[in-house]
Nanobody, 117 residues
């Protein structure tokens, strides 16, 4: 019902910043909550942040709280993840996802974020 495409990944030095963006298309008139997840090499996919349809409610993993900020613009059908004070352990493939009936059922292909020491 919805297609998601991430962008904005890349290589940054520790302490630097990146802004990821997820563009949605398809049945975007549905009121999807959105989330960001990441998967590092050899590790399970983990939750990073989420945001309600209205944008008034957000949630963050403890590992990124205070450093990352999730936001959305429903008029543009985008959700962003501002990442500051990046650390090498933040290196992972980052995925955006759309929640349907409280389940993240729709996923993008991911974008690589690499943080060097």
């Amino acid at each position: 019902q919805v297609q998601l495409v991430e962008s904005g990944g890349g290589l940054v030095k520790a302490g630097g910043s990146l802004r990821l963006s997820c563009a949605a298309s398809g049945r975007t008139y549905r009121r999807y909550a959105m989330g960001w997840f990441r998967q590092a090499p050899g590790k399970e996919r983990e939750f990073v942040a989420s945001i309600s349809w209205s944008g008034t409610s957000t949630s963050y993993a403890d590992s990124v709280k205070g450093r990352f900020t999730i936001s959305r613009d429903n008029a543009k059908n985008t959700v962003d993840l501002q990442m500051n004070s990046l650390r090498p352990k933040d290196t992972a493939v980052y995925y955006c996802a759309a929640s349907s009936l409280n389940e993240f059922a729709y996923w993008g292909q991911g974008t690589q974020v690499t943080v060097s020491s």
